[in-house]
Protein backbone atom coordinates (compact mmCIF):
# COMPACT_ATOMS: atom_id res chain seq x y z
CA UNK A 1 0.00 0.00 0.00
CA UNK A 2 1.27 3.58 -0.63
CA UNK A 3 1.93 5.93 2.06
CA UNK A 4 -0.43 8.81 2.11
CA UNK A 5 0.85 12.05 2.95
CA UNK A 6 -1.99 13.96 4.67
CA UNK A 7 -0.11 17.27 5.04
CA UNK A 8 -0.57 17.26 0.62
CA UNK A 9 -2.10 20.35 -0.16
CA UNK A 10 -5.03 18.57 -1.91
CA UNK A 11 -5.69 17.65 1.44
CA UNK A 12 -5.33 20.14 3.13
CA UNK A 13 -7.92 21.83 0.42
CA UNK A 14 -10.22 18.94 1.78
CA UNK A 15 -10.17 20.40 5.32
CA UNK A 16 -10.70 23.34 4.18
CA UNK A 17 -7.19 24.81 5.18
CA UNK A 18 -6.60 26.47 2.02
CA UNK A 19 -9.15 27.83 -0.35
CA UNK A 20 -10.16 26.75 -3.55
CA UNK A 21 -12.21 27.79 -6.92
CA UNK A 22 -14.78 24.84 -6.24
CA UNK A 23 -16.27 23.75 -9.20
CA UNK A 24 -18.39 20.69 -7.93
CA UNK A 25 -19.02 18.49 -5.20
CA UNK A 26 -20.70 15.45 -3.85
CA UNK A 27 -20.10 13.33 -0.97
CA UNK A 28 -17.45 11.15 -2.93
CA UNK A 29 -15.87 14.21 -4.97
CA UNK A 30 -14.60 17.59 -5.00
CA UNK A 31 -13.56 19.65 -8.30
CA UNK A 32 -11.85 22.93 -8.26
CA UNK A 33 -9.96 25.25 -11.16
CA UNK A 34 -6.10 24.49 -11.18
CA UNK A 35 -4.20 27.28 -9.79
CA UNK A 36 -1.60 27.70 -12.67
CA UNK A 37 -4.19 26.63 -15.55
CA UNK A 38 -2.77 25.27 -18.78
CA UNK A 39 -6.13 25.59 -21.03
CA UNK A 40 -9.09 27.89 -20.77
CA UNK A 41 -10.60 24.83 -18.48
CA UNK A 42 -8.61 23.30 -16.59
CA UNK A 43 -10.17 21.48 -13.21
CA UNK A 44 -9.05 19.52 -11.02
CA UNK A 45 -11.53 16.38 -10.33
CA UNK A 46 -10.45 14.38 -7.15
CA UNK A 47 -11.59 11.62 -4.09
CA UNK A 48 -12.26 12.90 -1.03
CA UNK A 49 -10.65 9.89 0.31
CA UNK A 50 -7.10 9.49 1.24
CA UNK A 51 -5.49 8.09 -2.14
CA UNK A 52 -1.97 8.87 -3.85
CA UNK A 53 -2.78 7.83 -7.67
CA UNK A 54 -4.95 5.96 -9.88
CA UNK A 55 -3.11 2.70 -8.96
CA UNK A 56 -4.02 3.54 -5.28
CA UNK A 57 -7.23 4.90 -5.66
CA UNK A 58 -8.32 1.36 -7.99
CA UNK A 59 -6.80 -1.00 -5.40
CA UNK A 60 -8.73 0.36 -2.17
CA UNK A 61 -11.49 2.84 -3.24
CA UNK A 62 -14.95 1.78 -3.58
CA UNK A 63 -16.90 1.05 -6.38
CA UNK A 64 -19.46 4.17 -5.13
CA UNK A 65 -16.21 5.66 -4.93
CA UNK A 66 -14.93 5.38 -8.14
CA UNK A 67 -18.61 5.80 -9.91
CA UNK A 68 -18.58 9.23 -8.39
CA UNK A 69 -15.51 10.02 -9.63
CA UNK A 70 -16.59 9.01 -13.48
CA UNK A 71 -19.52 10.55 -13.24
CA UNK A 72 -18.33 13.72 -11.61
CA UNK A 73 -15.92 14.19 -14.71
CA UNK A 74 -18.98 14.25 -17.10
CA UNK A 75 -20.91 16.37 -15.17
CA UNK A 76 -18.66 19.00 -14.81
CA UNK A 77 -17.86 18.63 -18.59
CA UNK A 78 -21.57 19.58 -19.31
CA UNK A 79 -21.86 22.00 -16.73
CA UNK A 80 -18.22 24.30 -18.16
CA UNK A 81 -19.59 23.57 -22.01
CA UNK A 82 -16.61 21.80 -22.79
CA UNK A 83 -18.37 17.90 -23.45
CA UNK A 84 -19.31 19.18 -26.95
CA UNK A 85 -16.42 20.50 -28.51
CA UNK A 86 -13.92 18.01 -26.05
CA UNK A 87 -12.11 17.79 -23.46
CA UNK A 88 -8.56 15.74 -22.18
CA UNK A 89 -8.57 13.71 -19.28
CA UNK A 90 -4.94 13.39 -17.20
CA UNK A 91 -3.61 11.80 -14.67
CA UNK A 92 -0.54 11.15 -13.70
CA UNK A 93 0.35 8.53 -11.47
CA UNK A 94 4.17 7.29 -10.42
CA UNK A 95 7.38 8.46 -10.71
CA UNK A 96 7.85 8.73 -14.27
CA UNK A 97 4.93 11.02 -14.82
CA UNK A 98 5.82 13.88 -12.89
CA UNK A 99 3.16 13.74 -10.47
CA UNK A 100 3.49 16.89 -8.21
CA UNK A 101 0.66 16.50 -5.62
CA UNK A 102 0.52 12.78 -4.61
CA UNK A 103 -3.52 12.79 -3.84
CA UNK A 104 -5.09 11.73 -7.07
CA UNK A 105 -6.09 13.71 -9.08
CA UNK A 106 -8.24 13.83 -12.70
CA UNK A 107 -6.94 17.26 -14.70
CA UNK A 108 -9.69 18.15 -16.91
CA UNK A 109 -8.48 20.45 -20.03
CA UNK A 110 -10.51 22.10 -22.41
CA UNK A 111 -11.97 25.68 -24.41
CA UNK A 112 -9.83 25.56 -27.17
CA UNK A 113 -8.44 22.58 -29.61
CA UNK A 114 -5.62 20.79 -26.91
CA UNK A 115 -3.12 19.84 -30.00
CA UNK A 116 -0.48 16.69 -29.47
CA UNK A 117 -1.64 14.20 -26.36
CA UNK A 118 1.95 14.20 -25.29
CA UNK A 119 5.26 16.89 -26.14
CA UNK A 120 7.89 15.35 -28.28
CA UNK A 121 11.07 14.74 -26.81
P1 LIG B 1 0.43 17.07 -11.00
O1 LIG B 1 1.73 17.52 -11.58
O2 LIG B 1 -0.34 16.14 -11.91
O3 LIG B 1 0.59 16.52 -9.60
O4 LIG B 1 -0.50 18.35 -10.93
C1 LIG B 1 -0.63 19.14 -9.78
C2 LIG B 1 -1.47 20.34 -10.16
O5 LIG B 1 -1.94 20.94 -8.98
C3 LIG B 1 -0.73 21.42 -10.96
O6 LIG B 1 -1.39 21.65 -12.20
C4 LIG B 1 -0.80 22.65 -10.04
O7 LIG B 1 -0.95 23.86 -10.74
C5 LIG B 1 -2.02 22.33 -9.18
N1 LIG B 1 -2.07 22.96 -7.87
C6 LIG B 1 -1.10 23.00 -6.94
N2 LIG B 1 -1.51 23.66 -5.84
C7 LIG B 1 -2.81 24.02 -6.08
C8 LIG B 1 -3.80 24.71 -5.33
N3 LIG B 1 -3.57 25.19 -4.10
N4 LIG B 1 -5.02 24.93 -5.90
C9 LIG B 1 -5.27 24.47 -7.15
N5 LIG B 1 -4.38 23.80 -7.90
C10 LIG B 1 -3.17 23.58 -7.38
Redesign the pocket.
Known amino acids: MKTYDPNN ?2 AR ?1 LRGE ?1 P ?1 RKVYEDEHTLA ?5 P ?1 APV ?1 V ?1 VIPKGAYVDVDDFSARASDGEIAALWRAVTAIAHDLGVAVPGYRL ?3 TGPE ?5 PHL ?1 L ?1 LFGGRPLGRMIAKE
Open positions: VFIICFHDINQHLLANSGQEVHH
